[in-house]
Structures are given as C-alpha cells and as structure tokens.
C-alpha cells in the first residue's frame, strides 16, 4: 500500500491550501489516519488525525480552528485544508496510516503508524 501527497506548494502567509493524501489500497484497510510535519532542525509534530470511520479528529494546539482533516471514501483520499498559513506552518507534510486506533493520548506519537508519504513541501511566505 501506497500513500501519496499532492497539492503542497508555496503561499502567502493569510492563504490557504489543501493536501490531499491517496491511499493505493482501501482506506479502510487502516483505522487511524494523520497529517504530520516536519521544519528543518525540528521534530516531527502531529498536526491532525481522525478515526476511519468514526467522528472522533484530533488537532494540535498550534493548527486548531485553521486547519480540518478530512476523507473522501470514494477515492481513498485524505485531505488537510489549511487555512490563514502563518510562516511557523512551513514545513514538510507527510500522511500516515495506522491499523491502531487513534486514541487522543497517542495520535500524535510516530510509533503509532506503520505507514507513511513520501512527503511534500509548504512554504509559507511573510
């Protein structure tokens, strides 16, 4: 299984974008799904998961009521809409898999998804 990110590309800081993460198998071979990024020189940070199948999303502080993480079942799809792009949101962003369920104390742990994107890049310009 496959995961593939598109639409990164570079904005100004107010802009937005979305990242869309295709799954070469079914979604629903996995339980958990999430964006994380990478700065140069930082670690990797979770920045939002959500429960396949379920209700239950996860957001960290720093992207809460500007980024929404979203699936389209039909074409085994992922999406990430980022909204007013501040420059700290520059970074690498990469989709992971998992077949645990997300769990608000762990979705953001690396350790959790066995499966990941190649990445893509978001430069946030001030």
């Known amino acids: 299984v496959q995961l593939v990110e598109s639409g990164g590309t570079a904005v100004p800081a107010g802009g937005a974008l979305r990242l869309s993460c295709v799954v070469s198998?079914?979604?629903?071979?996995?339980?958990?799904m999430a964006w994380f990024r990478q700065a140069p020189g930082k670690e990797r940070e979770g920045v939002a998961a959500f429960y396949i199948g379920g209700t239950s999303t996860y957001y960290s502080d720093s992207v809460k009521g500007r980024f929404t993480i979203s699936q389209d079942d039909a074409n085994n799809a992922v999406y990430l809409q980022l909204n007013d792009l501040k420059p700290e949101d520059a970074a690498m962003y990469y989709c992971?898999?998992?077949?645990?369920?997300?769990?608000?104390?762990?979705?953001?742990?690396?350790?959790?998804?066995?499966?990941w994107g190649q990445g893509i890049q978001v430069t946030v310009s001030s």
């Open positions: 992971a898999a998992s077949r645990l369920q997300c769990r608000s104390t762990s979705w953001y742990w690396r350790d959790e998804y066995t499966d």
């Open positions: 198998g079914s979604l629903f071979s996995y339980t958990c």
